[in-house]
């Protein structure tokens, strides 16, 4: 009579550092790893099933319109790629997109192949992603609206912000989401500022020239409107009529104070900054 042969477990081999890698090595990529020999094959395809859908799950909810523009067979090979390749810093499923996006950002080439403008569509939706969800204090109401002066007193831009410039004009397919094939974007460079309301709600814009200029001032060194107008005039960046410039400048300010995409400076914060 015999008896029935237990499948050997994980515990049946002596080195357990040997048994993980063997195991984590076959889980991340079982077309080329062979299966451990320690462990019963359906309990392996389950193991496998847990770890894909978790990821998957991460990135179809962070990547739609990524997914869509590169069709789904090409999106199951980046993922099946990115679980076999790539060395996530993060043990939490909830920085999955974050390391998605660094995988891809170390891979432009290879993405750019499938679809030139794949890499920033896929940072532009990470992007949304990460301020909707970034850690800070509530931006405050900027009861200077009427009390305060943007020209004489301190702006900073919003506390969760990213001011970025990208090649291919990826917000229309955000913007404009009802595609069902990938649309042909043609190169166009644009600049595009993201940030959180106080609803916690992330709005994008495309500035407009004058705009973007005082962003990107901001941006360096948070300032009055008049210290960023004096700056600008010393150094030769105002061009037509500095009187016309200031006025624009003093009713965006008042604009981008409304739109909360500015806010004035702490008197806290003030006592930090430079004269």
């Keep these: 009579m ?42 392996l395809e389950l193991y496998r099933e847990l770890l894909v859908g978790n990821f998957d799950a991460a990135l179809r909810a962070c990547f739609p319109l990524w997914i869509r523009c590169l069709g789904e067979a090409r999106y199951l090979r980046w993922r099946d790629t990115f679980i076999a390749e790539h060395a996530c810093r993060s043990p939490f499923f909830r920085q999955i997109p974050d390391e998605f996006m660094a995988y891809l950002s170390q891979n432009p ?98 500035p407009d020239a004058l705009s973007l200029q005082i962003l990107v001032s901001l941006d360096a060194d948070p300032q009055s409107g008049s210290a960023v107008f004096q700056h600008w005039l010393e150094h030769g960046k105002i061009d037509g009529n500095a009187q016309t410039v200031a006025e624009q400048m003093q009713g965006l300010l008042r604009q981008m104070l409304d739109l909360q995409m500015i806010d004035f400076v702490s008197r806290h914060e003030r006592r930090s900054l430079p004269d």
């Design 109 to 206: 080439q290879r993405l750019q192949q499938d679809l030139p403008y794949a890499l920033e569509l896929a940072h532009l939706e990470w992007l949304e992603l990460a301020l909707g969800v970034a850690q800070t204090d509530t931006v405050p109401e900027h009861s200077g609206s009427a009390a305060q002066d943007p020209w004489t007193t301190p702006l900073r831009l919003n506390p969760v912000h990213a001011l970025v410039r990208y090649a291919y004009p990826v917000q229309q397919l955000i913007l404009r989401p009802s595609f069902s094939a990938a649309p042909v974007l043609d190169p166009n460079p644009v600049s595009l500022y993201l940030y959180r309301d106080r609803d916690d709600a992330v709005q994008m814009l495309e």
């Design 2 to 43: 015999h008896s029935k042969q237990q499948p050997m477990q994980m515990s049946d081999t002596p080195n357990e550092p040997d048994r993980l890698r063997i195991l984590t090595a076959h889980l991340r990529n079982p077309v080329q790893q062979p299966p451990p020999g320690f462990m019963d094959a359906q309990a």
